[in-house]
């Protein structure tokens, strides 16, 4: 473990100098990335025009570094339809696409070269790394932690980001939701997690069944009662105690205080 870890720096290290030395021709590798792009990426069942989103998540503005980018094009997000790219795309396209994304993330001078080597992993070891692979798992269904919660840039964020980790897989199982609410809509109640109420409209999610499901009413037509019969225990039963103590190691690395 300790050699791999020595591995990876080495590799970080190489993929910083080599990217010093060929500076040769950044502009031209992000227009080759660019191209890159529009073939492989941006068709509207993935990330769109210039990753501006279509069936997949938005890529413009996120303010990823071209470390995650360089990570996650190449190993792909396993759960879900983001394929690894390290192997169906040549070494130049790829490192000139993974610069084309920094771009749309506001890095002006993206390194153009990765020292031929895959690009170093995330040194997760272990518990954490189990538990990174188990919060995205697809196994799980809509049941998985990333149906609702969005950590190092995976899942989607239906609930607000994860601040406080839960010191065990009981305390997880019974932290309260304070934010759930009670909705009523056209004489149906449903748990409700409010996004925003206009004077226009009210937009919430209907935490009825998973995937949360938005939905949109006239500030008139629906009302909010304090409470709600929703568990976050219900929602993560597609885990037993010690892969949820495996997913706490994961988000204790993963979420800075
Ligand atoms: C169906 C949606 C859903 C799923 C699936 C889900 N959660 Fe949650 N989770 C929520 C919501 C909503 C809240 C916030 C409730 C509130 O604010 O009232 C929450 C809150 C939390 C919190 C408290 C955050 C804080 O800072 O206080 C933690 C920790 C958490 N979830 C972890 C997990 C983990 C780990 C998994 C997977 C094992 C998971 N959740 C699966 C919806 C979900």
Redesign the pocket.
């Known amino acids: 473990m300790r050699a791999a870890k020595q591995f990876m720096q080495l590799g970080a290290a190489a993929l910083l100098l080599v990217a010093d030395a060929s500076a040769q021709n950044p502009a031209g590798t992000v227009r080759q990335g660019q191209e890159v792009f529009a073939k492989t990426c941006a068709t509207g069942y993935c990330h769109g025009a210039k990753g501006a989103s279509g069936g997949a998540p938005r890529l413009v503005g996120r303010g990823f570094d071209q470390a995650f980018i360089a990570n996650t094009v190449s190993r792909g997000i396993p759960g879900t339809g983001m394929p690894s790219f390290a192997n169906t795309l040549t070494r130049p396209d790829l490192v000139a696409v993974v610069a084309y994304v920094a771009t749309l993330n506001g890095i002006a001078e993206p390194a153009v070269s990765m020292a031929g080597g895959p690009p170093a992993q995330p040194a997760l070891t272990g518990d954490a790394a189990r538990g990174q692979k188990l ?1 995205t798992e697809a196994v799980r269904g809509f ?3 990333s ?3 969005e950590v190092g840039g995976f899942g989607i964020p ?3 980001p ?5 010191a065990s897989a009981a305390a ?1 199982k019974a ?1 309260a ?4 609410k009670t909705a009523k809509l056209d004489g149906e109640s449903m748990p409700a ?1 409010v996004l925003s109420e206009g004077k226009q409209r009210v937009i919430f999610y209907d ?1 009825t069944s ?3 499901v938005q939905r949109t009413a006239e500030p008139g037509a629906v009302t909010f009662a304090a409470g709600s019969s929703w568990q ?1 225990s219900s ?2 039963g597609a ?1 037993n105690d010690s892969e ?1 103590a495996q ?1 706490l190691v994961y ?1 204790r690395g993963a979420i800075k205080p």
């Open positions: 919060f049941g998985r932690c149906t609702c919660h239906v609930a607000s994860i601040v406080t980790v839960p997880l932290i939701t304070p934010n759930l997690l935490f998973a995937p949360p976050h929602a993560i885990y949820l997913i988000l």
